[in-house]
């Protein structure tokens, strides 16, 4: 194997992915540099680099869970190697056989990839509400909150605005999470007051939420 076909990084290291010869399950992943390598191809058995203390480290020196090799291999890139051994012990200094024995609990939710668009439509029932306002508007009822705004003038539910987000700042610095949700609501509400009032559709919100989108 040619040292000259791999790509060690900025700190002349190599990330080695460590797997069971017999098995195939992934033992572990660590360093190498060039000197560890070459240890670990002149004698048979793996040698790492350790970042954290800047020094060679021979596997299973001190718990004798050493590590004889197989076979070495790097892919396409050259940057990372993929060592098969045959393993004495575990790999893992927990004491597991791999250091790869927890796991994260998948979930319908969790595998559904994000669609931005399909995100987007979900806000119907902001644009349910928007609906109701505009017809409080268009259709002004004695008994209705949204109308009694509308009939004072623009200053009543601007002022709203103004008081809905001092109460998001208060409870923001409280951090008191369920008063931040019931004012942002109350804010949100006011602020879909103001875009009926001036004739704003939605859309033209999330249009221009999908240009920042693109710029961010």
Not at 67 to 95: N, R, S, W
Not at 116 to 124: C, G, L, V, W
Not at 187 to 196: A, E, K, Q, R, S
Request: hydrophobic fraction near 30%; glycine fraction near 6%; charged fraction near 35%.
């Amino acid at each position: 194997m040619s040292l000259g076909n791999l790509e060690f990084d900025e700190d002349g290291l190599i990330p080695a992915i460590i797997q069971d010869a017999e098995t195939d399950e992934v033992l572990m992943m660590a360093y190498m540099n060039e000197k560890s390598l070459k240890n670990t191809i002149r004698t048979g058995r793996t040698c790492f680099w350790s970042r954290s203390r800047q020094e060679l480290w021979w596997k299973g020196e001190t718990s004798g869970n050493i590590q004889e090799v197989e076979e070495i291999k790097y892919d396409c890139d050259g940057d990372t190697l993929l060592i098969k051994v045959e393993q004495t012990g575990g790999a893992c200094h927990t004491g597991h056989k791999s250091c790869f024995y927890r796991g994260i609990k998948r979930s319908e939710e969790a595998e559904k990839v994000f669609d931005p668009e399909e995100a987007y439509d979900k806000t119907h029932v902001i644009k349910e509400l928007y609906n109701v306002i505009n017809d409080r508007k268009e259709n002004p009822s004695q008994n209705s909150y949204t109308s009694n705004l509308y009939e004072q003038g623009e200053n009543a539910f601007l002022k709203k605005i103004g008081e809905e987000a001092t109460e998001i700042v208060m409870a923001a610095k409280d951090e008191d999470d369920d008063e931040i949700i019931y004012e942002t609501a109350d804010f949100i509400y006011h602020l879909l007051v103001v875009l009926v009032y001036h004739d704003i559709e939605l859309e033209e919100i999330v249009e221009e939420l999908k240009m920042r989108r693109k710029n961010s």
